[in-house]
């Protein structure tokens, strides 16, 4: 799906679900087979071959895979090779690293690819289509997200995006389709237990324990040094002029005001403000001493590893469990998510194993074949 369209798909997907519903038609005989998308050519298997990007002169269609009848093609793939190192903004500079990219990222592509089509299919048994008006207001959101005015400048948007509107709209109706069969079919029928959300609960207390935090200010002057050698003058010079600031601070000048005149931290920018921080993360000397203060204490001047530094005390936030009841949708959306993926997972081991699968490419048999195994435990 085209980089323009993508992210109000998205959107425009769930809405239309829920608010215009899908289509329902008579299922066809036979499912349509999957569109090829359009791309540039790029190996289909981990081998070094066209430079990515370089259009072919003459598109000779390769199947790779029959399912059901619906087929996968070598451009198929080569798609979505592509779409996935583009989505990883990696550019493979020599064979052997693109050889080695498209083992890594190919085994999943292919299991997402068949599945894909198998979805699908299911939803055209089940007679979910995609309208000419829903598409048509869904066109018509497109246009007003990426403020497209005209048609001319639509037609241009798809062929910078290496569409037409004929496959927009298979991508789209796909999509909705997918969506529409994991809901029904899967997504819709879980539910989580009372028993359920409290083993969770019980089992997971660290999901629901906002740690301690503290927001401090700080002052730091540098000590002046070659790197070399330690000067005990210079030493001195800047835990005076760290002690002088100190007493500004308790005469009633402002901290953040001093910070941003005087440090020599970058925190300066921010008139000294630090944080959050985790008492855990910071030196178990600065652990203890912020320890002992209280919000808009001022510590006495400190010996770091920068120099010799003031801080304040801004706030301090401590340790918050939530109760059962608070943390109760967090549980539920956590332990629903958990479930959706087995079942659903389930569900593809169902729909694969009443499929026929033909594989025209034994290579790339092994790596489906590999890559349903590990998926499958």
């Known amino acids: 799906m085209s980089n323009l369209f993508r992210p109000l798909l998205a959107l425009l997907f769930a809405a239309s679900l829920g608010a215009t519903g899908m289509a329902q038609q008579a299922p066809p005989q036979q499912p349509p087979a999957a569109p090829p998308q359009p791309a540039p050519q790029q190996p289909a298997t981990p081998a070094p071959v066209a430079q990515l990007g370089a259009a072919p002169t003459e598109i000779i269609e390769q199947v790779l895979v029959k399912v059901n ?9 080569e798609a979505r090779q592509i779409q996935v190192l583009r989505a990883r903004n990696q550019s493979p500079q020599t064979d052997d690293e693109l050889k080695r990219t498209l083992a890594e990222i190919t085994p999943q592509l292919l299991v997402d690819s068949v599945d894909e089509l198998l979805l699908v299919q299911r939803g055209r048994d089940l007679g979910y289509s995609l309208g000419d008006e829903q598409f048509n207001e869904i066109l018509g959101n497109i246009k007003k997200e990426n403020k497209i005015e005209t048609e001319e400048q639509f037609e241009s948007a798809l062929k910078q995006e290496g569409l037409t509107l004929p496959e927009l709209r298979r991508s789209i109706e796909r999509s909705m389709i997918i969506n529409r069969v994991q809901q029904a079919e899967v997504f819709s029928r879980i539910s989580v237990t009372e028993e359920e959300a409290r083993r969770y609960y019980d089992t997971h207390p660290n999901e629901f324990t906002t740690p301690p935090t503290l927001m401090i200010r700080e ?26 600031i100190r007493a500004r601070i308790l005469a009633g000048e402002s901290f953040d005001t001093l910070a941003a005149q005087l440090s020599d931290s970058s925190s300066k920018a921010n008139s000294g403000l630090v944080g959050p921080l985790s008492p855990e993360e910071l030196d178990p000397a600065l ?22 530094q003031v801080f304040k005390l801004e706030s301090r936030s401590e340790t918050k469990v939530l109760s059962f009841d608070e943390a109760r949708q967090q549980i539920a959306n956590r332990v629903a998510m958990d479930k959706r993926r087995a079942e659903f997972n389930k569900y593809m081991q169902k729909l694969r194993g009443e499929a ?14 590999a890559a349903v195994k590990r998926m499958n435990g």
């Open 219 to 244: 002052i730091l002057v540098a000590v002046k040094t070659d790197g070399k050698t330690f000067n005990v003058g210079l030493d001195e010079e800047a835990k005076e002029k760290a002690e002088s």
């Open 356 to 369: 026929l699968i033909e594989w025209k490419n034994a290579d790339l048999k092994r790596m489906y074949d």
């Open 69 to 77: 009848g619906d087929i996968f093609t070598k451009s198929d793939l």
């Open 287 to 308: 652990r203890k001493l912020f320890e002992e203060m209280k919000p808009g204490d001022v510590s006495p001047v400190t010996r770091t590893a920068g120099g010799y």
